[in-house]
RNA sequence: GGUCACGUAGCUCAGCUGGAUAGAGCAACUGCCUUCUAAGCAGUAGGUCGUGGGUUCGACUCCCGCCGCGACUACCA
């Protein structure tokens, strides 16, 4: 419709002012709530060329594409603003086409579509998941699905981080203080088990630094350098590289306890991948990628015999690609992990859902393998979104400060289970089946209050404050479509049928217009959000479409419609909306229970 | 020091490529359940859009300076 708003204005512009204009000047916007109109156009470019008042414009432009354009019912102007009302033929033919569409808003994939894969959870197996991981994890399948409904093929990858430094600290401290005890003793998820031990380390490391500096005057650079507890870490990553058996059994055990660990909260969250890179088993890849170009002399060796490219040419500074001590690196991996995804997948385009804190990471890895010839290296993308924080401040796993994954998730089931008590609308219900429900609204709190902010905003989450279930939120939009569902329900026990084929001998009410216009928007909000990789795009359309439905409840009845054929015009539109409500949630990776 | 983000109501956030009187939710206060599910609806109150310039018919939106907060600038990940 828009394209035929401009094409006419064009012939209009054309006709009334002998002036041939590009319609990418010309704006169709929809019409804002308050005023009356449908579609409105802004006609302040067009004075220019019309040399005449805005209103006078609008009023011309208007009278001529209201001729030429039978869906135009009328039109009024307000200042500079032509807002253009449809005709309720145009809404009723709208409204069929779009229930026969059971896809509607979708775009099917075809030769053309492109495959894309999308890496993102990236768990390091030194410690559980939390607060920031699960943005990570929501955005990550949000992407995905959204970019797989908008016709793409898309894979999504996770990479475990277990290997490197960090994951011998924790198998380090471990050895130093556990006495051989396994997570089964305390009855601890593996995850948990051996992130406390990660903590314990930087403790103890923080000590020694601290103790060096008093004792010998050190600087702390130099003391962070020299701690013997770090200097046995740096031992043990060698080993593990040199297959040392032992250190490399100790670390397939403690992976073993944190990879079941994680299991059951990607269970919780209902989050799978298409395939899982490790990258203990990228990091050769990566090795031999680094040693190749030193061979090519596309690197440099310093005295101590780290390997590093300089980038000064790219206004960047020096990147050490592997240790003096031949160890590799956390971008040794990617480099290889890269080269590897693409010889598995020959992908159009590679998006890394990683934080902010990482952009220079991304930008010199990207940088490195152009400069290493791969040239699907520009096709690489990193997806960077902004850090959740605590009010005092980032959240340390280090230092323990964290919003922890699984505490949150228990957490937010108990909080549903209480309020579903409270409300009592379940009691009735099967008990699997109302645990389930109660899931679902739990998560679905979770998920949306994470997603609705704009991904690359940093965010705040004050753990004082509970995760709210009214208002904006996942329940509010999952409780609209029980009531959509409740009255579909009571229309089939009333053997209320409806068909498609619509009468129209009534006024469509502002409210219904309303509605209508917002279905209408629905595939535009897709590509939208497809475009800007923004679920918050979707959870904000969402929420706006479904607190429209509520005032429309609200204030008409939709089974005591007396008007059969305008019962049978409210029973599709409402069951369109269930539809669109459903479909958003589940991009948003949010289930929608039928009664709550 | 350098690079990059961000700064909208007490709090958490919307505000599309510049467009009509800056919007929601939470928290506070007031109404509405013999009527399709009140996890809802309606209303009151709350703002010099960090600040100073510039571009424009028009700036929360674009450009520059300043202030504030943060991330990055590791032989950590």
Not at 414 to 434: F, P
Not at 462 to 483: C, L, M, V, W
Not at 528 to 546: G, R
């Amino acid at each position: 419709m828009e394209q035929i708003l401009k094409n006419a204005i064009q012939q209009a512009v054309k006709h009334l002012y002998n002036k041939e204009i590009d319609t990418n000047i010309l704006q169709v916007q929809r019409t804002k709530k308050e005023f009356q109109g449908d579609f409105t156009i802004v006609v302040f470019p067009l004075l220019k060329i019309s040399a005449k008042k805005p209103q006078e414009t609008a009023h011309e432009i208007g009278t001529f594409i209201a001729n030429i354009i039978p869906e135009i019912k009328n039109f009024n102007v307000i200042g500079g603003f032509l807002n253009i009302c449809l005709s309720q033929n145009f809404w009723s033919n709208f409204l069929q086409k779009t229930y026969r569409n059971e896809n509607y808003g979708t775009t099917e994939k075809n030769l053309n579509s492109k495959t894309i894969v999308i890496e993102f959870s990236s768990p390091n197996t030194n410690k559980p998941l939390h607060l920031g991981h699960l943005r990570n994890n929501f955005l990550g399948d949000a992407i995905a699905k959204i970019l797989d409904c908008t016709g793409n093929n898309v894979i999504k990858v996770n990479l475990v981080n277990d290997r490197g430094i960090h994951i011998c600290k924790s198998m380090l401290a471990w050895k130093k203080w556990a006495n051989n005890k396994i997570p089964t003793d305390n009855n601890i998820k593996g995850d948990h088990f051996v992130g406390n031990y990660y903590v314990a380390f930087d403790k103890e490391y923080k000590k020694q630094v601290d103790h060096l500096i008093a004792q010998t005057n050190m600087d702390i650079e130099v003391a962070k350098k020299n701690a013997p507890i770090i200097l046995e870490a740096q031992e043990m990553l060698q080993k593990w590289e040199n297959n040392d058996p032992e250190t490399y059994n100790l670390w397939k055990t403690m992976n073993k306890w944190v990879l079941e660990g994680f299991e059951k909260t990607y269970y919780q969250l209902g989050i799978i991948f298409d395939k899982t890179y490790y990258e203990s088993e990228t990091y050769m890849t990566g090795k031999e990628l680094v040693i190749n170009a030193l061979q090519n002399n596309m690197l440099e060796k310093s005295p101590d015999g780290a390997i590093f490219i300089d980038l000064k040419d790219q206004q960047l500074d020096q990147k050490i690609l592997l240790r003096a001590d031949g160890t590799s690196v956390y971008i040794t991996q990617d480099l290889g992990t890269a080269v590897i995804r693409y010889n598995d997948f020959n992908f159009d385009s590679h998006i890394y859902v990683v934080g902010n804190e990482q952009d220079y990471h991304f930008q010199v890895l990207k940088i490195i393998l152009q400069k290493f010839g791969y040239n699907w290296a520009k096709n690489l993308q990193h997806f960077s979104y902004g850090m959740v924080e605590l009010p005092e401040g980032k959240m340390k796993s280090r230092e323990g400060k964290v919003v922890d994954a699984d505490d949150l998730i228990d957490e937010m089931i108990q909080t549903a289970t209480q309020k579903t008590a409270e409300l009592g609308k379940l009691e009735n219900m099967e008990d699997q089946k109302k645990q389930l429900t109660i899931k679902m609204i739990a998560m679905a709190a979770l998920k949306y209050f994470i997603l609705k902010v704009d991904p690359k905003k940093n965010m705040i989450f004050n753990p004082e404050e509970s995760i709210d279930f009214n208002g904006n939120t996942g329940p509010f939009i999952q409780y609209a479509n029980t009531r959509i569902k409740s009255i579909l329900r009571n229309a089939k026990e009333k053997n209320i049928e409806y068909k498609n084929n619509l009468n129209i001998d009534f006024d469509i009410n502002n409210k219904e217009i309303n509605l209508l216009s917002a279905i209408y928007e629905f595939p535009n909000i897709l590509e939208e959000a497809a475009k800007k990789y923004s679920p918050a795009i979707i959870a904000n359309y969402i929420y706006e479409l479904v607190k429209e439905f509520n005032q429309f409840y609200h204030e008409y009845s939709i089974l005591n419609e007396e008007n059969p054929d305008y019962r049978n015009f409210r029973l599709i539109l409402i069951e369109i909306i269930s539809r669109i409500i459903e479909k958003s949630l589940f991009l948003l990776g949010i289930q929608a229970p039928d009664k709550m």
